[in-house]
């Protein structure tokens, strides 16, 4: 088992320019989070998938970003445009409904914006 | 909004030692859980309680689930240099949001 596989590891960016992240789930788990940690606020959720289905997105900041999950082996969070207040290593974690709380997580992205 | 206080913020200990961290809240839960993240990855599942009382091992590491359901320990026996990292508690209140509450997180360091 791979894992959870988030790419890129590292990113950086200069404001304004679109950033997406990737995600690829464990095959056979439901449920899809996308976290975002900081110095500041630790670990916040953005948003929750459930079977492909956006079901809480409360977390997400603001319309600058947004994400999707086309089919049960793939994530993107997106952001359009970046700012520099968006860097943060941004985590995708997954499980299976029976153990919804017991996350994989992946290794994160480490976003950098300029 | 919902907050968990985990203690202590850092520990410096001497390889060998025992160690022992907690979080409260003023909130009941019904599920805690302990993770582990290493500098550079994502946190890892040590242990999950899902009930009030409950005493739960995982090789050196012993976490409970207060009676009072509001608060949860951790604790690793005889520490080895690869239990450096960052432990974080989370817990979720048992509505339907589905939301986890997070810990700040107690970094361990032991000491050469």
């Known amino acids: 088992d791979a894992g959870v596989i988030q790419s890129p590891r590292h990113e950086v960016t200069e404001m304004g320019q679109e950033v997406t992240l990737r995600c690829k789930p464990i095959s056979g788990h439901n449920s899809l989070f996308w976290y975002r940690q900081t110095m500041m606020r630790g670990l916040e959720l953005l948003i929750y998938?459930?079977?492909?289905?956006?079901?809480?997105d409360s977390g997400m900041p603001e319309d600058r970003f947004s994400a999707k999950m086309p089919n049960a082996s793939f994530s993107t969070l997106k952001i359009q445009p970046s700012e520099p207040r968006d860097s943060a290593v941004y985590f995708c974690?997954?499980?299976?409904?029976?153990?919804?709380?017991?996350?994989?997580f992946g290794s994160g992205t480490r976003l950098t914006v300029v | 909004g919902q907050q968990l206080n985990q203690s202590p913020q850092s520990m410096f200990i001497q390889e060998g030692e025992d160690v022992s961290m907690n979080c409260t809240s003023s909130?009941?839960?019904?599920?805690w859980l302990w993770y582990k993240q290493d500098p550079g990855e994502g946190p890892v599942l040590l242990i999950a309680?899902?009930?009030a009382g409950e005493l739960t091992s995982n090789g050196r590491l012993t976490a409970q689930f207060g009676i009072t359901r509001k608060d949860s320990f951790l604790n690793i026996s005889a520490s080895i240099p690869s239990d450096v990292g960052i432990y974080f508690c989370?817990?979720?209140?048992?509505?339907?949001?589905?939301?986890?509450?997070w810990g700040a997180g107690t970094k361990l360091i032991i000491k050469p």
């Open positions: 989370a817990g979720h209140l048992g509505d339907s949001n589905y939301q986890l509450i």
């Open positions: 998938f459930n079977n492909n289905v956006p079901i809480d």
């Open positions: 909130s009941i839960f019904n599920t």
């Open positions: 309680l899902y009930k």
């Open positions: 974690a997954s499980s299976r409904n029976e153990n919804i709380y017991g996350y994989t």
